[in-house]
């Protein structure tokens, strides 16, 4: 049997949720009523007050957890750094927020946190004993755009790999696995007026094997060509919006394994013939199967915020398009063993 | 990328306290994924038929019981603008808006986490007041 589980993030409902089409209580039925048996939550999101729900917000939470017999599986944190306009947070104050956030968790039988990227590294120390008291890991989420080699990541990287605790690891983002820019995205951006040579130029990047992350790296900017192309407010917002997909090769995680505790299988747009538009998740799945990956991945819909006006939201249909695709891939790489 | 929440459509109205016409207001969902104090509301700006609202005529609430200027709202961290609540604008001004058609354009600016550059989305919506 595989050891790879499945579950939704809530995130993926997020505009049935922000207009009211869906309660978090129709969210919870309709995933029960497809077979699925993990969430995750954005506390901030979803849970009004959080960190400091009130008694009868969390009352509410222990009736939809039992009723539709869900597991939280893992609770999205976000450090607000930049709280105030005039200066950054101290280093107290910082390690004061993500206690309480413990804290919430431990309470709603989350034992897995997702440390939003460029979260300092300096808090997971002083951090340790609340994650050991209230059994609940912190992860930090490798994100595209934000991944490994960014100087923020690689501390925390550093300091997790010093401490080597069971309550310090990773949550890795598929979305630093684009092969393709997701269609979604620059069909948005055209509407906006981004010309389709700039398009043209983006998606010719990863069709060589490369991402724009990349290359504006070795450029130390746009590189020229792409320069002379931009024109208009849209065509920079893309080219901006462009580095957020990368395009590495699976063993990039090789090193990092034993840390890693969460996927988050980013979905930006299901094709017709059932694949991701962007990322292979065959050979993801593939992948994880072969190192023996013991944990939840979850599905992660962003396409919603590329959804152009006027135009209806799909979150539920995608969802459920990705939930297969991933589910029979699994069943599949079962069937190839040899008992 | 989160134009769509900015704005929300038949909330602009005068405000008529004790007979009096004393402002117009508009409701508008965040422009991010999650809720977040009102101190990281970086900024929020109003125009009517393309003329700039001075920033000190603004005020805001998340609970329509209390409400802060822009300028207080950057020390506000125990009202939190929720995801899918809608945080109230009012523009103080005599008169509010006169009768017939105006253009409205409401702006939004949020800090996030964890991305440098904080988040704008903008609406502009035809307005009738009778």
């Given amino acids: 049997m595989s050891k790879i589980k499945t579950c939704v993030s809530l995130y993926s409902l997020q505009d049935e949720y922000l207009n009211k089409r869906m309660s978090l209580e129709d969210i919870f039925k309709f995933l029960a009523e497809n077979s699925v048996e993990g969430i995750e939550i954005i506390p901030d999101q979803m849970m009004q007050n959080a960190p400091h729900p009130s008694e009868q917000t969390l009352a509410e939470w222990d009736r939809l957890v039992s009723t539709y017999k869900m597991k939280p599986v893992i609770a999205d944190v976000f450090l607000n750094t930049n709280l105030y306009k005039n200066r950054e947070l101290t280093k107290k104050e910082c390690v004061d927020l993500l206690i309480e956030e413990i804290k919430l968790a431990s309470r709603l039988g989350i034992k897995l946190i997702r440390l939003v990227s460029m979260v300092p590294a300096f808090v997971i120390e002083p951090l340790l004993p609340y994650a050991e008291k209230y059994n609940v890991t912190l992860a930090l989420e490798i994100h595209a755009g934000l991944s490994f080699d960014v100087k923020k990541t690689q501390d925390f990287i550093k300091e997790m790999k010093r401490l080597d605790s069971p309550y310090v690891g990773l949550v890795i983002d598929t979305g630093i696995f684009c092969t393709r820019l997701p269609r979604v995205m620059a069909e948005y951006c055209k509407h906006l007026g981004t010309r389709q040579e700039v398009t043209d130029y983006i998606n010719h990047i990863f069709e060589q094997g490369k991402d724009p992350r990349k290359v504006y790296l070795e450029h130390n900017g746009f590189p020229t060509e792409l320069k002379q192309l931009l024109k208009s407010d849209a065509d920079y917002f893309f080219a901006h919006m462009a580095d957020g997909y990368e395009n590495e090769p699976f063993s990039v995680l090789d090193e990092y394994f034993p840390y890693i505790k969460h996927f988050h299988f980013k979905l930006f747009e299901m094709t017709k013939s059932g694949e991701e538009y962007s990322i292979d998740y065959k050979g993801i799945l593939q992948y994880l199967y072969d190192k023996g990956y013991d944990g939840y991945v979850s599905t992660e819909y962003e396409g919603n915020r590329w959804v152009l006006p006027g135009h209806p939201m799909k979150e539920k249909e995608q969802v459920l398009a990705h939930q297969s695709l991933i589910r029979n891939v699994i069943q599949e790489l079962e069937g190839q063993e040899v008992y | ?130």
Avoid at chain 2, 20 to 41: C, D
Avoid at chain 2, 51 to 58: L, P, S, T
Avoid at chain 2, 96 to 125: F, M, Q, W
């Fill in chain 2, 1 to 130: 990328m989160f134009d769509n929440n900015v704005f929300l459509e038949n909330t602009c109205k005068n405000i008529i306290e004790a007979g009096n016409v004393t402002g117009f207001e508009l409701k508008t969902n965040i422009t991010y994924y999650r809720g977040i104090p009102l101190s990281m509301v970086n900024d929020i700006g109003v125009e009517v038929d393309g003329e700039k609202v001075a920033r000190d005529n603004i005020v805001c609430s998340v609970d329509e019981v209390d409400w802060f200027t822009l300028d207080e709202m950057e020390t506000v961290t125990s009202y939190k603008w929720e995801y899918g609540e809608p945080l109230t604008v009012r523009v103080l001004k005599d008169g509010g808006l006169s009768n017939g058609s105006h253009e409205i354009a409401l702006d939004v600016v949020v800090r996030t986490a964890y991305i440098p550059v904080p988040l704008a989305g903008r609406k502009v919506r035809t307005v009738e007041i009778a």
